[in-house]
């Protein structure tokens, strides 16, 4: 027996109703317009449950479809009823999601009534309700091992929003078997990628020589209110992630990211979820894949020439660059990471980007 006080945390349009029925007799949205007597934009709305169903369409409705008038209206009324329960609560969550930029750069459709982009929000999260959402992705918020600005802080939902992009591109790509061996073997050939100067060139190159070692790359701009600049998992044991977000819009600090990312994947076993700023083993692995990235970039036998120049010697700096195969910006990064240059020195040799709208 049914529980009187059962509430569902989700709401259910009558135009589902209306679908299944109009599918069982095998009947176009033409035709039921038609029938209805409404344009084809109001019986579109009518079965998104953006239009409220009157006495006059319920009786149309029990003519076309079947079912009482008492029913066509008190299934309407259910659903509005539901809407106003559930609004507060799905209010409150639509403001911790970065929405508008979820729409503008097109993750989601825009869908004005609030109930529908409750809805379109939970598809693309992939589950069926907000407390499902808060189940699903409390680990990811807290765990996941990205590396973010510490002069900010991330706001979860949105680095939650960041991270599911990802994962919806990177199902999209084709990748062989995870190949540690072959991936780390294949550093030194993504290395002089560096020097190229646009990312319509390197991203695609990029992306092909990962994937052939079974990692997908995938370059997700951040939303409002995720700083992570960079994230890197295994989505199952044969295929892992590479999440870049280009939040810097330098050529230095994307390739420090993938490489400091490429370090978790290669130093941290196929450990899903790991976090900086933790302290413990979660500072130990930053520094292990920071590590990582600096030898790649600038090779051992290189460092103390690296070390010995100086923020008054541009050209000095190119050369070196040149000498060792990347690019200048990326030579003047790591000078200012190991506190050689100042952050404002140099900068003019870094390549700069810009997201196209």
């Known amino acids: 027996m ?20 109009l599918r069982e007799r095998g009947i176009g949205l033409a035709e039921f317009a038609d029938r209805m007597g409404q344009t084809l934009e109001r ?29 066509w209206m008190s ?50 999260f992939n589950v069926q309700s907000i407390s499902a959402w808060r189940d699903a992705y409390a680990d990811v918020l807290t765990m996941t091992a990205f590396r973010t600005s510490p002069s900010f802080d991330s706001r979860p939902a949105s680095v939650a929003a960041w991270l599911r992009e990802g994962e919806i591109e990177a199902a999209a790509i084709d990748c062989e078997r995870w190949d540690r061996s072959g991936f780390e073997a294949d550093l030194p050939t993504i290395r002089p990628l560096t ?39 295994f989505l199952s044991p044969t295929k892992a992630l590479i999440q870049l ?13 993938f490489f400091h990312e490429a370090g978790h994947l290669l130093l941290h076993g196929n450990r899903k979820l790991f976090v900086d700023g933790l302290g413990g083993a979660a500072e130990k692995e930053e520094a292990e894949a920071n590590e990582l990235a600096e030898r790649v970039l600038v090779p051992n036998e290189f460092r103390a020439t690296l070390l010995q120049l100086r923020s008054n010697d541009a050209r000095g700096v ?38 196209s709208e």
């Not at 945390?9 to 135009?15: A, F, K, M, Y």
């Not at 503008?104 to 459709?109: Q, Y």
């Open 2 to 21: 049914p529980d009187a006080d059962f509430q569902p945390n989700w709401v259910s349009p009558p135009g589902d109703t209306i679908n299944d029925l």
């Open 43 to 71: 019986a579109s709305e009518l079965l998104q449950g953006r239009a409220t169903i009157t006495l006059g369409v319920a009786r149309r409705l029990e003519s076309i479809l079947g079912g009482s008038v008492e029913f």
């Open 75 to 124: 299934r309407d009324f259910q659903y509005r009823e539901d809407v106003a329960r559930l609004r507060v609560p799905e209010k409150g969550w639509l403001r911790e999601l970065p929405v508008g930029d979820m729409i503008k750069f097109g993750w989601i459709k825009p869908v004005p009534p609030p109930a529908e982009e409750v809805g379109s929000c939970l598809r693309f």
């Open 195 to 233: 020097r190229v100067k646009k990312p319509d060139r390197f991203i695609p190159r990029l992306k092909e020589i990962c994937a052939a070692r079974g990692v997908a790359v995938v370059v997700v701009r951040g939303p409002n209110g995720c700083r992570a600049s960079g994230a890197a998992r």
């Open 245 to 257: 977000s280009f939040r810097y819009l330098s050529d230095d600090q994307f390739w420090f990211t």
């Open 318 to 355: 190119i050369r070196f660059a040149h000498r060792i195969g990347v690019s200048p910006g990326v030579v003047v990064g790591q000078l200012q990471h190991h506190g050689r240059v100042s952050r404002e020195k140099l900068n003019i040799l870094k390549r700069r980007f810009q997201w």
